[in-house]
């Protein structure tokens, strides 16, 4: 019997962040505090960016970045149905449904010349997604504006998986007006739950009004609040609770320094992959770099020639027998009860549910042994051969 668990993606805790944790439970201040600045200056170095903001969750940041500046009303929002949830609810959240753009054919990202057709003059933001890490090409996507002479919309990319990933040489987080990066327990570089807004620029004083709106409005954070007599503070706006902790912002940091490593464990493992699954002509590769980018390793998403979305959950049911967790990324958004319930329908995407329903998610993650990688590629190829029978 086969004993070897592998599961899908758990976190590279060490000594280090623990180390860093007990430290700030035992300095008295576990809240939002020195450690969130930190964070954030050290990420705005990491990014090269002018302004780093910290927040509970890349969930939060796409909504704060709306709110602030205040996207609603009849005000359009394009983006993809690929993707996880959190992309499209910050529009309703807004009170606006999202306008999706079907993927380009045999791509995780939007189709350019649909994306081209649907501005229009109610359109307000474009809202991309880095897929498993892979960037969107932003400069695409800016030349559309400059064609269509609509620069004034705004540009936002959900770089949930990217960073550390580079475009053109720099690292993501500047080629945007605004990029928002997660820090969840899966994600490459962890806080535990938490995210990152990264900018250039600060019209309007930005910082200051992200940072505030993440304290329900509050001018005043919890820690200048604590000091002797300087508990009065005032409400500027209907904000919204994501502010980090000190305590997630502890582990961030231990990341930080580890993350050259982390990235470099990823590459060498879908390497790996890359060499094993390539010699199947079934196997449709995840593009890891080109000449214009490269990844950050977030996901190894491997798509299988010819199957159907059955056969795939054969394969992911065979595999989690063995002991081997898999994942999909992503269940198109129009699939979900919640919104076809608002009106949207699969079959008005056959490029996104084309792309769905072939994927299939490999482990991937920095303490994943180059044996352990091995071994999943070979099962897989197992797999999938048995069933394509």
Known sequence: MNNRVIPFSPPDITDLEINAVVEVLKSGWITSGPKVHLLEEKLQEYCQADHAVALASNSQGLDLILKVLNISGEAEILTTPYTYVSTANAALHRGI??????????????DEEKLYDAISDKTKVILTVDIGGVPMDYDVVKNILREKNREDILLISDSAHSIG?????????????????SFHAVKNL????????????????????????????????????????????????DGLKCNMTD?????????????????????????????????????????LENDIMESSYHLYPLRIQGFTEEQRDRVIQELAEMGIATNVHY????????????????????????????????????????????????NVIKAVEKHRK
């Open 97 to 110: 449904k999202p306008t999706f753009i079907d993927l380009k054919k045999d791509s995780f990202f939007m």
């Open 165 to 181: 990933a580079a475009y053109k040489g720099a690292p993501v987080g500047t080629q945007f007006d605004f990029h928002v990066f």
């Open 190 to 237: 962890t806080t535990a739950e938490g995210g990152a807004i990264t900018f250039n620029g600060d019209r309007e004083n930005l910082v200051q009004v992200f940072k505030y709106s993440s304290l329900n409005g509050q001018t005043k954070d919890a820690l200048s609040k604590m000091k002797a007599g300087a508990w009065r503070y005032d409400i500027l706006t």
């Open 247 to 287: 305590i997630g912002a502890a582990i961030g940091l231990v990341q930080l320094d580890r993350y050259d490593k982390i990235l470099g464990q990823r590459k060498k493992l879908s390497h790996i992959y890359h060499s094993i699954l390539s010699e199947k002509e079934w196997a449709l590769l995840p593009l």
């Open 331 to 378: 269940i198109p958004i129009p699939m979900f009860t919640y919104y076809k319930e608002l009106g949207y329908d699969i079959q008005d995407y056959p490029n996104t549910y084309a792309q769905y329903a072939n994927e299939i998610t490999l482990p991937l993650y920095s303490i994943l042994t180059s044996a352990d990688c091995e071994y999943v590629a070979e």
